[in-house]
């Protein structure tokens, strides 16, 4: 049929003509990447895509996760005592949120803090998660973050709730240093009842940071350097864990720490499996040239 054919030539046409409107970077990468798999391409671009106007290694999710950070933390201190108390508590990963299956909480909870960051902090805080962004990409130091955040505040939620049954008294320390987070449970045992400590405000970056810190040690090139930044760290987490007057808190940095450092070693371990892989396959190229 005439109308059959016309259609035919027509996506002829179109199909040679696509592969050349393709950029040849693209076309050359294309048949590599669906071969692998799309899940494997797709986040390998989004790792190294930084936002229009900015060169690629810039940390821009760093930069804007801090500033974020720091601008809401000055228009929570700006509104009334008992207002500014209930939206912590309303995002914070505390016993009763977390019983409640309020699970939100865990990436809500890193968004606020109790109080603007110090300076000296809140720079610190940039640097570790610039470096982290720079190092792995955007989407690695993010989940780097995110599982010391959830997996260090689930533990500590484990803890507590568990002591909250046994109806042991504890004390919710909510003091702690701005932009660490401050009640990630409870203190020693005192004199309130177990229900303080079941609704502590419980927000902050703290943890995040630690399991970040402790994945760059764990990163480190050279042995010597990774041995003593990894031992040293570890070292610091587990001082205020030996105290007496130890928290929940102190509990919870070590566990974000040790996470760090687990995914760091992992990271670690993968990319020498897949340089020595490539590098196998280079040689064995080479042979048969």
Sequence with gaps: MPGTASR??????LS?????????????????????????AVPRVLRTTAPRG????????????VGAVQLGAYATARLPGR???????????????????????LATSAVFVEEPLPVAYGAALLAALGTAEARWGVWRAAGVFAAGHAGASLLVYGAL?????????????????????AA???GETGAEPPDTTARAIDVGASYGFNATVGALAATVPHHGARAAATAGLLALGVRPV???????????????????????TG????????????GRTGANSQIRA
């Design 8 to 13: 035919r030539k027509a996506s002829g046409r």
């Design 161 to 181: 709730r568990r002591r909250t049954r046994e109806g042991a008294p504890s004390s919710a320390t909510t003091g702690a240093s701005p932009g660490v987070s």
């Design 242 to 264: 030996l105290r007496r007057g130890r928290t929940f808190t102190d509990v919870g940095h070590l566990a974000a720490l040790v996470i760090g450092v687990a995914l760091g």
């Design 184 to 186: 990630h449970a409870a």
């Design 16 to 40: 040679r003509a696509v592969p050349r409107a393709l950029p040849i970077s693209l076309s050359r990468g294309l048949p590599t990447a669906l071969s692998r798999g799309l899940p494997t």
């Design 267 to 278: 990271m670690r371990v993968g990319t020498g499996i897949r340089a020595g892989a490539e």
């Design 54 to 65: 900015l060169p690629a290694g810039v940390p821009w999710a760093a930069s804007l996760y």
């Design 83 to 105: 207002r500014r108390t209930e939206l912590l508590r309303t995002h914070s990963t505390n016993v009763d949120n977390l019983r409640a299956g309020r699970w939100q909480t």
